[in-house]
C-alpha cells in the first residue's frame, strides 16, 4: 500500500500544498487525500470584494475539482480531530481518514477578544458565506435610510481586512448612492498599525477621500444589539497576534461620549486558532491555540505537519511567520516538497519567509509599499492598481490555469 499523505484545509497554505505535493512526489510514491469543510478554494485577500459586487465570487471562488489532479481524493468534512496515536483525522460527520503523513492548515477563526457581546453582534470575513452576509447587510441598511437619517456601518479594526472592507463599502455606497455612514474604528494609534509612517499616511488619505470616517487609539469595550461602546484600556487588546482579553465590564467607564450607534458591524480586528485545534493532539499556543511548528513545517509529532495560519512557523530569534497570505503562499511551496521528502525518508528543507512588500485595495485605488525590486518606497495609481491585480492574478494562475486568471483581471 502506497504512503497516505493528508492535507486539511484549502486555503492558501492548503490549497499550495497540494499543488506543490503533486509536482514534487512521483507517481506510485504515495497517495494524496485533501479535506476541508469548503470544496472550494477562497481568493480571501481578495473577497472583500464580494461585499461590492456578489458575482465577483465567481473569481474569488475556485472549485477544488479545478485545482487538485484527477488522482488526487477529495473529502468534504470539518476536521474536528487529529489522533496521532491511530493515525487518523476524524471529521464533524463521522468520517475518519488514515494517514501516514498529516498537513494542518486549517487556517484561523476571527479572534473577539473576550470584547462582551462582539461575538454575538459583529460580521465577519472569513468566509464566503461572510462575504455575502456582508453584503446583504450593507444592501439593506443602506435600502432602509434616508438622507437624513443616513445608515452607519462600523468596521472594527484598520488591519489589511479592514481597510479593504471599508473601501468596497464605499465604493458600494458610491454605486448605488445609498446614504451609508462608514466608521473604521482602530484601538491602536493609526490605521495599519505598527507599519511605515508614510503607507499609514498613503491610506489614511484614500480613506478620507472615500468618505470614510477613521478613529484611533479608541479601543472597543463592549458591544450591544445597537452601538458599539468606546473608551476600554489598551490592555483589552492585543493586535493581531491573536492575544487579548477584554477588562472586566465593571471597570470600564461607558460614558454617552463614547457610544457609537449602528446598523452593520463588521469586526476584523485580529485572528486565533480554531477551537477544534486545541484538541489536536500535537503542541499548540496556550493562549492562541495556533499549533508550534519548525522551520520545515514539523510539529511535536514528526508525522503532522503545519502552515499557515494554523501555525506559529519558528523563523529564528524567538520570532515566527507573519499569518499573512504571502507567507502561506510562500510556506506552501516548500511544504508540498517535505511531505514529498518526508514520505522518502529524505532531509527535510527549512523554510524562512521572505517579505515581498504590501499591497492594499482602498475601494477602486491600490497602494503598493516595500515592494521587492521597485525604487519607491510607497506609491498609488495605476502602477499600485495592476500589481495588486497582478499578483491575485498570478496566484489564480498558479493553482488553476492562465485561463481562470485573465477572467479575473478585471476584478481583482
Known amino acids: 500500500m502506497s504512503t497516505q499523505v493528508v492535507v486539511v484545509g484549502a486555503g492558501y497554505a492548503g490549497a499550495g500544498t497540494v499543488k506543490s505535493f503533486e509536482n514534487a512526489i512521483e507517481p506510485g510514491e504515495a497517495e494524496l487525500t485533501w479535506v476541508s469543510e ?14 461590492r459586487k456578489p458575482e465577483v465570487e465567481s473569481k474569488v471562488a475556485i472549485p477544488v475539482e479545478e485545482i487538485k489532479a484527477d488522482d488526487t481524493d477529495f473529502v468534504k468534512g ?65 435600502e432602509e435610510a434616508t438622507t437624513t437619517d443616513p445608515a452607519t456601518v462600523i468596521v472594527g479594526g484598520a488591519g489589511l ?3 479593504q472592507s471599508a473601501g468596497e463599502i464605499a465604493e458600494f455606497r458610491d454605486d448605488h448612492k445609498a446614504p451609508i455612514d462608514i466608521e473604521l474604528v482602530e484601538g491602536l494609534d493609526s490605521v495599519f498599525p505598527n507599519n511605515d509612517p508614510e503607507v499609514q499616511g498613503a491610506i489614511r488619505k484614500r480613506l478620507l477621500e472615500k468618505d470614510v470616517g477613521i478613529h484611533t487609539g479608541e479601543f472597543i469595550s ?24 477584554a477588562p472586566e465590564e465593571e471597570e470600564i467607564d461607558f460614558s454617552d461620549d463614547l457610544v457609537m450607534d449602528y446598523d452593520v458591524l463588521l469586526w476584523t480586528g485580529g485572528i486565533t486558532g480554531h477551537e477544534e485545534v486545541e484538541e489536536f493532539d500535537v503542541d499548540a499556543d496556550d493562549r492562541t491555540g495556533r499549533v508550534y511548528a519548525e522551520s520545515t513545517f514539523e510539529t511535536s509529532d514528526d ?9 506559529l512557523v519558528e523563523q529564528g530569534d524567538d520570532e515566527v511567520a507573519p499569518p499573512t497570505a504571502q507567507a502561506a503562499w510562500q510556506a506552501a511551496e516548500v511544504a508540498g516538497e517535505n511531505l514529498a521528502r518526508a514520505v522518502r525518508g529524505a532531509p527535510l528543507k527549512s523554510w524562512q519567509h521572505e517579505d515581498k512588500g504590501t499591497l492594499i485595495s482602498v475601494g477602486e485605488e491600490a497602494i503598493a509599499h516595500d515592494v521587492q525590486g521597485v525604487p519607491i518606497n510607497t506609491f498609488g495609481g495605476p502602477g499600485a492598481k495592476v500589481l495588486k491585480k497582478g499578483v491575485a492574478s498570478r496566484w489564480i494562475a498558479d493553482i488553476t490555469g492562465i485561463g481562470r486568471a485573465v477572467n479575473a483581471w478585471s476584478d481583482m
Do not use: C, P
Not at 508525522?303 to 501555525?311: E, K, L, S
Open 303 to 311: 508525522r503532522v505537519f503545519a502552515i499557515g495560519d494554523t501555525a
Open 222 to 245: 463592549k458591544v450591544d444589539e445597537h452601538a458599539v461602546y468606546l473608551g476600554g484600556a489598551e490592555e483589552a487588546y492585543y493586535g493581531e497576534d491573536g492575544n487579548g482579553s
Open 161 to 163: 481586512s479592514g481597510i
Open 78 to 142: 470539518r476536521v474536528t480531530e487529529v489522533d496521532t496515536d491511530e493515525r487518523v483525522v476524524r471529521t464533524r460527520d463521522g468520517e475518519e481518514v488514515d494517514y501516514d503523513y498529516l498537513l494542518v492548515a486549517v487556517g484561523s477563526a476571527t479572534a473577539f477578544f473576550g470584547i462582551d457581546g462582539l461575538r454575538e453582534h459583529a460580521l465577519t470575513l472569513k468566509s464566503l458565506d461572510d462575504a455575502r452576509e456582508i453584503h446583504r447587510a450593507v444592501r439593506e441598511a443602506g
Open 38 to 51: 469548503h470544496d472550494y478554494h477562497l481568493v480571501l485577500h481578495e473577497a472583500h470584494r464580494v461585499i
